[in-house]
């Protein structure tokens, strides 16, 4: 659980509802402004093979911080 929160710092301390949709807010807007910055860089060929497979671990990363916010906000994890 230690090393969950040291890699996810922004899931683990909702109080109440809206500090949980500000949690959740703050990673959509990582994914967003990530996802969007790479793809500007993905256009150049050779880059875009990398920018792509790092894009797809922002959204995982994103997916999962979202998703342990509102588990730790139902008190499922321990």
């Known amino acids: 659980m230690d090393m969950l929160k040291k890699f ?3 899931s683990f301390n909702a109080k109440d509802i809206g500090s949980m949709i500000i949690h959740i807010i703050i990673y959509l807007v990582a994914g967003v402004v990530g996802g969007w910055v ?8 050779f880059i875009g093979l990398i920018t792509d497979l790092i894009g ?10 979202i998703a342990l916010a509102v588990l730790d906000y ?3 994890l321990k």
């Open 8 to 10: 996810f710092p922004f």
């Open 38 to 45: 790479l793809g500007l860089i993905g256009i150049i060929p």
């Open 56 to 65: 797809k671990l922002l959204g995982l990363y994103c997916l999962i911080g």
């Open 74 to 76: 139902f008190k499922l």
